[in-house]
């Protein structure tokens, strides 16, 4: 097994980060297929280092890449922060995916990040493992233990990210020993990253017709909870799951298990819509829903 101490905090001023490029070389991490912003310190791409996808055969341009920073850990810090503040809708991509910092050359991290990519699944189907993507990398910390991360970091000491609150979080690993050859994941950890897309989706959605723009590591948990659970219930579009799970925010953790959602969710198995269902209801059945799962609870 890799042998690594893993730790993930907060990245909140500029002295945090001149302790971060302590450790090497610092790059940003940039998906040009979503909005290529230049090639920032590199005078060419061939300054840049690519990330071969295993399932795609793309041009060097169209390519995750690596792009070296030289500037000054102020000028790094206020760059960061113009990317931070600006204007992004919750579960939308950034075409910046991070900054990751190394002793090693950063064509040494892109093979390595290039390799990570490629997963085999329980079933033995291969899979794109997008873990490069900070809303992926996000929920990673919450499906992965410390060893699969630190796994996935490899030779990169710090990997800088901002999250869905739009601060700056940093993954540090330190390995002692690479001997663990796979990342072997279990079924329940590909059934959660098989929904983070799903996920973003209904963030997206929740902030954009029910105002949810601040949500926390605690409020994706939950969200991703409630999406499973509509599946479990036979709940059986992604759309119905996704309002199930948005309805869900703001009702008692266990009002899935109340009797009008256990005879509500027998209706979908046998073929009823959810959405067309729950249009029937009155705000006084969801109030009633409400109070008597949270005297349940109690």
């Not at 097994?1 to 980060?17: E, F, G, N, P, S």
């Not at 973003?200 to 902030?207: D, F, Q, R």
């Not at 899935?256 to 705000?283: A, D, K, N, P, T």
Request: net charge negative.
């Amino acid at each position: 097994m890799i042998k690594a101490a893993l730790r993930v905090q907060a990245l909140t001023d500029l002295d945090q980060l001149h302790g971060l490029l302590a450790a090497g070389q610092i790059s940003a991490l940039v998906d040009p297929l979503i909005v290529d912003p230049g090639l920032g310190d590199a005078k060419n791409l061939l300054d840049c280092a690519t990330v071969k996808n295993p399932f795609l055969d793309q041009p060097s341009a169209q390519r995750l890449r690596l792009q070296p920073i030289k500037d000054g850990a102020s000028q790094v810090w206020d760059n960061m922060n113009a990317h931070r503040e600006q204007p992004l809708m919750p579960g939308d991509p950034r075409s910046l995916c991070g900054w990751v910092i190394s002793p090693h050359p950063i064509f040494s991290i892109s093979r390595h990040i290039a390799r990570r990519l490629r997963q085999k699944k329980p079933s033995g189907r291969q899979a794109l493992l997008r873990y490069y993507d900070p809303r992926v990398l996000q929920r990673l910390q919450a499906i992965l233990d410390e060893e699969q991360l630190a796994f996935l970091l490899g030779p990169i000491h710090h990997w800088i990210f901002i999250d869905h609150a739009g601060c700056f979080r940093v993954f540090s690993s330190h390995p002692r020993n690479m001997t663990q050859s796979a990342l072997s994941l279990s079924n329940p950890q590909w059934m959660s990253i098989d929904r983070i897309g799903l996920l973003n989706k209904t963030l997206a959605i929740g902030a954009e017709i029910m105002d949810i723009r601040q949500v926390d590591d605690q409020d994706i948990i939950n969200l991703d909870r409630l999406l499973q659970v509509a599946e479990l219930e036979g709940v059986s579009d992604d759309d119905a799951r996704m309002i199930f799970a948005l309805q869900g925010m703001r009702l008692p953790p266990n009002f899935h298990r109340h009797s009008e959602m256990i005879r509500l969710f027998q209706r979908c198995r046998e073929g009823e819509r959810y959405q067309e269902l729950v249009r029937e209801w009155s705000r006084e059945t969801w109030q009633r829903i409400a109070e008597e799962s949270e005297e349940n609870i109690l």
